[in-house]
């Protein structure tokens, strides 16, 4: 198809579909109103339940099996990525050169990377309080760890981040959230029921029964599966190089590394 | 029994996250061993559940029972079609895993257990998708389905093909989940609810002077669309034969025998219990919907696989042309058409996984699947033929395959002229299937010779295994010869099909309708006439070749399946609209 025909297909089409979709919104409910029927539910539904925060109390609580779906779509993600981004045939590793970073990046970078770690942990640890959560924090601090590469080099960010433990930690986090959805079907009620553990007090850190465990489940998760994924897209960038050649930089190192990725020279 | 519902998702997702987790120890036979047996007991679980399921199962995830008519939690369905279509997913992937056993070329390094997770993590997106009673819900396992489709799509990352398949996939789709989401976004604001019943109650309830509306119909058009592209049909499907055709063969075998179908299932799902009220589209405006967009998808399926040489791309039109079928039936909204695509669908799902495992075997000992480069070269293969044959006469719907018994009650359900329509298309798909087993397996007529610039040619294509297969291994070939026979007891089976039109009866109508579902001398006699018009085109197709050979005309039709994703996303926005215009009369007439 010419570009020409594609692109006059597109407006006549995309100019259809489109007044359909404004017709569509002229009959959505004003904004502003007072009729919130699901709102008004949940958050009768999470006050019940003492978590504070009704966003988690739909994510963890009431929701909780979306968030397993969810949670899983990363999951898939990060496996697909392992799979798609490994080293192809004609692929072959080489040792990245470190580069000069300046050195108010370095400072700055050595000085926020902590603050960053612990204020992920944070947002995961006050989910069911606050805004934020498992989802939210694990980002801040799965990115927090990538400062490293910005204020020192590739090689010491490697040493912080294993990427077969992430990998590995990942898994478990995903075990862990079926396990604690798992015990509900077993103590009778119901798959992901939040009904297995006090709910304490109101507005404080063990509050909401099962929320905080699931928050802390999908933190772990998403911090691995971010770190794992930045890991991979790092490493097609960085390393992995195309063709047969070989820069010998770092002799030793690249024996490592060639031991460790088997095969190479399209073998 | 219904607090086990869940459990058809996290049994594969536990058993996938534990191969993650072990997988860097694991040797790959413990890997392959694990997979096999996870999904066979998530199978094992559908299948008891299944004959659990009258009355239907309804479960509320986290507990959440309604308390006066409303509840926060999501909703699960197990009623017959639901835990139908989970356990046919799960039986595939078994029999996909069982397929793949030691079949890879070599697995990711220090990653032996990824595809075996991956497929599980497939099983339980499918099973979830399935048994989903929320729209949400729905949609959470349709992305979760469709990113581990792109991932084992792409798997075999050394062919340039695979990856820009995967793509095409992946983009088409993701563009669809898009507008899935935003007409459940419509359909929230409109009704403030997620599970599909409640939406529809809700809908009825806020018609304005009782019927639908610009709103309505727009989430309508959305939803559909989403589901339709899951579904492949025209003009949402040039992604399948791309992705099919270069997406490794037990994927294949998932992907076209269930997961396509379960885009149709999800129309009749969603159609069924969100706008089949007074408040949703006339029942009118969906026939003519889905009818136009069926007889279309039939047609172009049909003649676009015949004229494939690649044998991976020819199954996957016929799979396109079976979509249009299954559309047609379920377009009609009669009890016995329901009844009749429920059995079509799960006899085609085991004939078409058998034809790919054939492919996949021809693929991995030639080096090849052109119907062109293979001529006479597979003579050998006595077991293959037999089952490449046994298979195209089931396509194309010879009783007493089960392909057959639901054709016949589809197509007395549906009547006249679009009884033809699954005559014709169920004949060209097998006959051409047929045309590549009397060419390949036979060497039959005269050499064919290659031309047209614009063929996809399936030469030069990579085995999958580790090296060219000298010697076909056992599972390869058992795996299909149970999948067929799977099929042939869809139709043979006494009582089978009574079983399955009450459970699609008891979830459809409540089990007011009563339907009865039998061989009838008219269904055998057009189950015997497309099979005969089948085997009559291969014979005309093998002896004289120019007879029914590409003709001009149809180049313009083959150039739209170009490649270039821009062009798929044009026909995408196409259709959308399409669907909105043949779904109009019925919002202008409220």
């Known amino acids: 198809m010419s570009r020409r025909t594609r692109l006059w297909l597109v407006a006549v089409s995309g100019t259809g579909l489109a007044a359909l979709l404004v017709a569509a919104c002229l009959e959505l409910p004003p904004f502003g109103g007072s009729s919130h029927p699901y709102g008004e539910r949940a958050v009768r539904a999470a006050l019940a339940r003492h978590t504070a925060n009704t966003i988690a109390s739909v994510n963890f609580d009431q929701r909780a099996y979306d968030t397993l779906g969810e949670m899983s779509i990363l999951f898939a993600a990060v496996l697909g990525c392992v799979v798609l981004l490994r080293q192809a045939r004609d692929e072959h590793r080489a040792r990245p050169e470190p580069a000069e970073v300046d050195l108010p990046v370095r400072r700055y970078a050595l000085i926020v990377l902590p603050v960053a770690v612990v204020g992920g942990l944070y947002v995961i640890a006050h989910g069911q309080l606050s805004p934020g959560g498992g989802f939210q924090g694990g980002v801040v601090a ?36 079926l396990v604690l959805g798992l015990a509900g079907v077993l103590a009778g009620t119901a798959f992901l029921a939040n009904t297995l553990l006090p709910y304490g007090t109101f507005n404080t850190l063990s509050s909401g ?39 010998d930089k770092d002799d030793k190192d690249d024996k490592e590394s060639e031991k460790e990725n088997g095969k190479e020279n399209g073998a | ?168 996939f992946a983009i088409v789709t993701s563009l669809g989940a898009y507008a899935l989401l935003m007409g459940i976004a419509l359909l929230y604001a409109r009704t403030g609810e997620l599970a599909m019943a409640q939406i529809g109650r809700g809908l009825d309830r806020t018609a304005v002077h009782g019927g639908p509306d610009a709103l309505v119909l727009a989430s309508f058009v959305l939803v ?103 559309l047609i039936g379920i377009g009609v909204l009669t009890p016995e058409a329901d009844d009749g695509i429920a059995l079509y669908l799960i006899a085609h799902a085991g004939v078409k996984a058998a034809l790919f495992a054939c492919a996949g075997i021809l693929l ?144 459809g109508s409540g089990g007011v309708v009563v339907t009865s579902v039998h061989w009838t001398v008219p269904g055998v006699l057009l189950g015997l006439a497309s099979a005969l018009l089948a085997v009559g085109l291969t014979a005309v197709a093998v002896t004289r070749p120019a007879l029914l050979a590409a003709p001009d005309r149809a180049l313009p039709l083959r150039r739209l399946q170009s490649g270039h994703i821009g062009d798929y996303v044009a026909w995408l926005l196409v259709g959308t609209t399409l669907l909105g215009v043949l779904a109009l009369p019925g919002v202008l007439g409220a």
């Open chain 1, 142 to 177: 799965a990115t927090a760890l990538h400062l490293l590469y910005l204020g020192a080099d590739y090689r010491a960010l490697e040493r912080v981040r294993p990427v077969g433990l992430f990998e590995v930690a990942d898994s478990l986090a995903v075990s862990a959230y």
């Open chain 1, 209 to 247: 029964g099962n929320v905080p465990l699931l928050n802390a489940a999908i933190g772990m998760e998403v911090a691995c599966a971010v770190v794992v994924l930045l890991a991979r897209f790092l490493d097609q960038a960085v390393e992995i190089e195309q063709g047969n050649g070989k820069d």
């Open chain 2, 1 to 168: 029994m219904h607090h086990l519902l869940p459990l058809l998702v996290a049994l594969p997702l536990l058993g996938a996250a534990l191969l993650v987790a072990g997988g860097r120890r694991l040797p790959r036979r413990a890997a392959e061993t694990i997979g096999c047996t996870v999904s066979g007991a998530t199978a094992a679980l559908a299948i008891t559940l299944l004959l659990n399921s009258s009355p239907p199962l309804v479960e509320w995830a986290g507990g959440w029972v309604p308390v006066n008519g409303e509840s926060v939690g999501i909703m699960l369905i197990g009623d017959g079609p639901a835990l139908g279509m989970a356990a046919l997913a799960s039986l595939l992937t078994s029999a996909a895993l069982a397929y793949s056993w030691r079949y890879f070329d070599e697995p990711p390094r220090r990653h032996a257990g990824s595809f075996p997770a991956l497929m599980l993590v497939f099983q339980a997106g499918m099973c979830g998708f399935a048994i989903a009673g929320d729209l949400f819900n729905a949609f959470v396992f349709f992305e979760l389905m469709s990113v581990v489709a792109y991932a084992l799509t792409g798997y075999r990352i050394d062919e340039a093909k695979a990856v820009q398949g995967a793509l095409t």
């Open chain 2, 224 to 326: 559909l669309t989403g589901l339709l592209v899951k579904a492949a049909a025209v003009p949402f499907h040039f992604w399948l034969p791309d992705a099919h055709a270069v997406a490794p063969t037990p994927v294949c075998m998932v992907l076209s025998g269930v997961m396509v179908e379960l885009g149709t299932y999800g129309v009749w799902r969603v159609y069924g219990t969100v706008f089949a009220g007074p408040g949703g589209i006339p029942p009118a405006d969906l026939r003519r919907v889905l009818v136009v967009l069926g007889v279309l998808t039939a047609v172009v399926g049909a003649v676009m696989c015949w004229y494939q040489r690649h044998i991976k791309r020819l199954l996957a039109y016929s799979t396109v042309a079976h979509t249009g079928l299954f």
């Open chain 2, 364 to 507: 991995d000992r030639y080096g090849s699947v052109d119907e062109l480069a293979l001529f006479g070269k597979a003579r050998q293969l006595r077991t293959v033929a037999a089952l490449w044959g046994v298979g195209a006469l089931g396509l194309a719907g010879l009783p007493p395959f089960g392909t057959a018994l639901g054709k016949a009650v589809t197509e007395e359900a549906v009547g006249g002229a679009l009884a033809l329509v699954y005559v014709a298309a169920s004949a060209v798909t097998g006959g051409a299937v047929l045309r590549v087993g009397a060419r390949v397996f036979l060497g039959l007529g005269p050499r064919p010779k290659s031309d047209g610039e614009y063929e996809t040619t399936g030469a030069g294509e990579r085995p999958e295994t580790r090296r060219r297969l000298s010697r076909v291994p056992d599972t390869m070939t058992a795996v299909p010869a149970l999948l067929l026979a799977g099929a042939l007891a869809v139709g043979t089976v006494p009582g089978f099909g009574g079983l399955v039109a009450d459970a699609v009866n008891e979830a």
